[in-house]
Structure formats: C-alpha cells, structure tokens
C-alpha cells in the first residue's frame, strides 16, 4: 500500500488550497477513503472520509461547508478541496485506508498565514 500527498503549500486566510492523494497498492474502488490533519503538538485529527463509491462524506465539524472531499476511481486518487482557509487550519495533512490496518502517506504541509 503506498498513499502519496501533493498540494500543500502557504496560503493567506481566505484563500483555497487542493490536495491530492494517489494510492497504490490495493483496489481503490473498494475502500474508503479519509483524510486526517496533525498539527503542531496536537494529535492526529480526522477530517473527512469518502466511500468507495463516492457517494456519501462525513467531515469534521471544523471544516463542514468550507471542505470538500471527493476521489477519482479510474485516477486512484482522492482530493480534498479547501476553502475559506483559517490560520487554524495550519497542519500537516494526510491521506488514510483501512485495509487491515489504516495506512497513511507521508503527508503535506498546509501553512495559512498572511
């Protein structure tokens, strides 16, 4: 299994960032898809999550009506549109798949910032 972010960057408040994850290593179509945030010296934070399908999302309440969450089968990759960033919105974010266990990539730095 290997999950790849891209996307990240700095960004003033306000502005919009998308992130995107390509995945490899098992059947993309078949698994749900989610995308967490840690930020500095806090713990690991879900953000959303996206069925196989792509049919259904759940988000954190953080980030309700300014993210959104969707993914490409025939890609492998999930997205995650960001809008309306805050400062408090800094972290390194990560893509995750449950499969056994839940794998995560190597994550990208979102910095909001003016």
């Known amino acids: 299994v290997q999950l790849v972010e891209s996307g990240g960057g700095l960004v003033q408040p306000g502005g919009s960032l998308r992130l995107s994850c390509l995945a490899s290593?098992?059947?993309?179509?078949?698994?749900?898809m989610t995308w967490y945030r840690q930020a500095p010296g806090k713990e690991r934070e879900w953000v959303a999550t996206?069925?196989?399908?792509?049919?259904?999302?759940n988000y954190a309440d953080s980030v309700k009506g300014r993210f959104t969450i969707s993914r490409d089968n025939a890609l492998n990759t999930v997205y995650l549109q960001m809008n309306s960033l805050k400062p408090e919105d800094t972290a390194v974010y990560s893509c995750?798949?449950?499969?056994?266990?839940?794998?995560w990539g190597q994550g990208t730095q979102v910095t909001v910032s003016s």
């Open positions: 290593g098992f059947t993309f179509s078949s698994r749900a």
């Open positions: 995750g798949a449950r499969i056994g266990r839940t794998y």
């Open positions: 996206i069925t196989g399908a792509g049919d259904t999302t």
